[in-house]
């Protein structure tokens, strides 16, 4: 696999659902994206090009949260039931691109955790881990692009 690049990133605002999973549950978050579309759920202020796949609050027990979302400035207030705010932090991010099956997205998760983040020389801070998914017109299921964004601070 080729190494991420690093970048800086502004603070962005999402909107979207979210759902508590364990590791061993993890195969069930697409279900969440289907529901996700299905809905037709209206997210206020919704800027198009990309969505997000959003995981949060991971626990030493390995359950965490995990969103679906586009980005939206909108008021909380004005969001549809049962969609929430979330925010990704400005700061410096490990992206890794990839353009290939969504089926190969854990074993990217777990080579960035397992292998690269150790030997990189950086460290894991605060925030959102996210997926994002550009919009592609030629995206297939076979060749689809996203990237995983570690939030990353230097030192070991």
């Not at 690093?6 to 061993?24: C, F, K, N, P, V």
């Not at 995990?66 to 909108?74: F, K, Q």
């Not at 150790?118 to 997926?131: C, D, K, L, M």
């Not at 550009?134 to 990353?152: G, K, L």
């Amino acid at each position: 696999m080729t190494d991420p690049e690093i970048e800086h990133r502004a603070e962005t605002l999402l909107a979207g659902t979210m759902q508590t999973y364990s590791m061993d549950q993890r195969d069930q978050i697409p279900a969440q994206w289907s529901a996700f579309f299905q809905s037709g759920v209206d997210i206020p202020g919704a800027v198009p090009g990309a969505f997000y796949g959003v995981s949060i609050d991971a626990r030493p027990d390995g359950t965490f949260r995990y969103g679906v979302a586009v980005e939206s400035a909108a008021d909380p207030a004005d969001l549809p039931d049962g969609t929430c705010r979330m925010v990704l932090s400005a700061g410096d991010h490990a992206v890794l691109r990839v353009r290939g099956p969504v089926a190969d997205l854990p074993a990217h998760f777990d080579w960035l955790f397992s292998t690269w983040l150790p030997n990189s020389g950086h460290r894991q801070r605060e925030g959102a881990v996210f997926e994002r998914y550009p919009h592609d017109d030629a995206a297939t299921p076979d060749a689809m692009p996203y990237e995983i964004w570690v939030p990353i601070t230097r030192g070991g």
